[in-house]
């Protein structure tokens, strides 16, 4: 068997900054990017200022907004509708989780499709299923870029989806299905997963427990994209799939850290651009 193939998101990530530089530059101004945070989570933080320092590299126009954990309901709704009207913005992202006294659906259903960046408004949700034009949620984008890039031909393969999340399972499964593989959702009520998963060409896991794919799951040759980043006792960060064990039996696999979390922010950068593109074509 073949040498198993290590997908960098990393790697793909700066081959695709240099496709957004080209697109931006045709531009009659820099694409505009908001982004809401509520409150001091630490992951939060963390992940808005890694969007913000790649939008800044890109040379995007920038509008930040921090609320306190506090804040009211009818103020951020408000925020959300003033950012709707501001033209230099393009797209608009929220930050999740909301604090629990606030109604997230409510919020991410203000934004105006056209700018909804993280591709999480009914009506992209809707556009997606369909297979039309849309703005698609940034981390199944991302995996699809990672096997375009390893020119992976998906076209009549079984692909797995483990977890059915409108965040990555639901939209990753519309995705493949459109590119034509065969799919099946898996989930916590799924019963004989293992059975599922071993007959699977590709499997995107995406439940967010650490290790729950192992050797045993997994057919020779598969194609294993780990969506999970999960933090152990001891600080450091694992995925979904138990990466030593599973590694000498796939053919292709992404690493964490280091697969789909770049993807992400690239995608959200490219939501971006094309949002900005649609909007000054009109």
Do not use: W
């Not at 059975?195 to 020779?220: W, Y």
Request: net charge neutral; with cysteine.
């Amino acid at each position: 068997m073949p040498t198993p193939v290590r997908l960098s998101g990393i790697t793909v990530a700066r081959a695709h900054g240099a496709g957004l530089r080209e697109r931006i530059a045709k531009l009659d101004r820099a694409p505009g990017l908001a982004v809401v945070r509520v409150g001091e989570d630490p992951a939060s933080m963390v992940y808005v200022a890694k969007k913000g320092a790649r939008a800044d590299r890109l040379g995007f126009h920038q509008r930040s907004a921090l609320l306190p954990a506090t804040v009211d309901q009818a103020t951020l709704e408000a925020l959300v509708l003033e950012l709707n009207e501001d033209p230099l913005i393009d797209g608009i992202l929220v930050q999740l989780p909301l604090p629990k006294h606030l109604d997230e659906r409510r919020v991410l259903e203000l934004i105006c499709p056209d700018k909804d960046v993280d591709g999480f408004h009914a009506i992209n949700t809707g556009l997606l299923s369909q297979g039309r034009q849309a703005l698609v949620p940034c981390t199944p984008l991302g995996v699809m870029q990672i096997l375009r890039h390893a020119e992976i031909g998906l076209e009549g393969l079984h692909a797995v989806v483990v977890g059915r999340s409108n965040i990555v399972g639901r939209p990753m499964a519309m995705l493949l299905e459109q590119a034509n593989c065969t799919v099946t959702v898996c989930h916590s009520r799924t019963r004989n997963l293992d059975e599922h998963l071993r007959r699977a060409d590709i499997i995107v896991a995406a439940v967010g427990r650490p290790n729950t794919i192992r050797a045993e799951h997994i057919k020779a040759g598969a194609v294993v994209v780990d969506v999970g980043i999960n933090r152990l006792d001891d600080g450091s960060l694992v995925g979904d799939v138990a990466y030593d064990e599973v590694f000498p039996l796939c053919s292709a696999i992404t690493p964490v850290p280091g697969g789909v979390g770049p993807m992400t922010i690239s995608m959200l950068m490219e939501n971006t651009v094309t949002a900005a593109e649609r909007r000054q074509s009109r």
